[in-house]
């Protein structure tokens, strides 16, 4: 599945942007999954964020969404239109299905960028199952009119701060260390560096490779809706 979803992406991007850009994005792609797959997780104690919820500039505003119904359809063709439309409409179907919540931050009223989130398991084998009451950050984007705004950061900032104040327990996400946008974002939260770890699931394990210690963990497949206690890896 992930293959076809890998051709099928490439095979949009070459209609819109020809051969030579997409051999391009090609290389790009391999360069990153062969000499740069290591990804830097993070965490966030929502215990911990009693402060006030951060204020946001009078310009920008959040919103939280758990289906596709309640997005305009403004919003939807944003979304949706910049890249394969097909699968952008299947992933989000997916994501909600699973019961994740889409976070959309608007900047006056226009969508400005997004992300989700999933409590109490993952969308893919993760680095270690969660709990019940933890939440995974994953899939945030900016469209290219509003980087350099720091508007990522606000929007976590914010979802932190709305998981907190829900009761829930730990956050977590995810940057690739040569995404050196999404890895600001996170340091200009609440998110604290956890570590650096390489992932590769072969036939239903997943191996994880931390490289603070060298500690390698070996799991079964871990469930979407996992709810093992991530502090045990059990």
């Known amino acids: 599945m992930a293959i076809l979803t890998a051709i099928s992406r ?12 997409t051999i391009r994005r090609a290389a790009l792609a391999a360069r990153r999954a062969l000499f740069s797959n290591r990804s830097v997780v993070f965490y966030c104690d929502l215990a911990r964020q009693s402060a006030p919820r951060a204020d946001l500039p009078s310009f920008l ?23 394969n439309p ?6 989000m179907k997916e994501r909600f299905d699973l019961g994740a919540s889409l976070w959309l931050i608007k900047s006056h009223e226009r969508l ?6 999933l ?15 933890d939440v995974q950050f994953l899939d945030f984007h900016v469209f290219p009119k509003y980087r350099g705004r720091a508007i990522a950061s606000f929007l976590i900032t914010q979802i932190l701060h709305r998981l907190a104040a829900e009761g829930l327990a730990r956050a977590f996400g995810e940057a690739a260390e040569w995404n050196q946008a999404s890895l600001a974002s996170f340091k200009m939260s609440p998110f604290r560096r956890l570590g650096s770890a390489r992932k590769l699931t072969i036939l239903g394990r997943t191996i994880v490779c931390w490289d603070e210690n060298g500690t390698v ?9 996992a709810i093992d206690n991530p502090a045990t890896g059990q």
């Open 119 to 133: 409590q109490g398991g993952t969308v893919e084998p993760h680095y270690f199952p969660l709990g019940q009451d």
């Open 86 to 91: 097909k699968l952008a409409h299947r992933n």
């Open 61 to 83: 505003k959040v919103e939280r969404k758990k289906s596709s119904a309640e997005l305009s359809p403004e919003d939807l063709q944003a979304m949706t239109s910049f890249w």
């Open 112 to 117: 400005a960028g997004y992300g989700w989130t």
């Open 217 to 225: 963990h070996r799991s079964t497949k871990v469930p979407v809706r």
């Open 10 to 21: 490439f095979a949009d991007y070459y209609r819109r942007n020809g051969f030579v850009a």
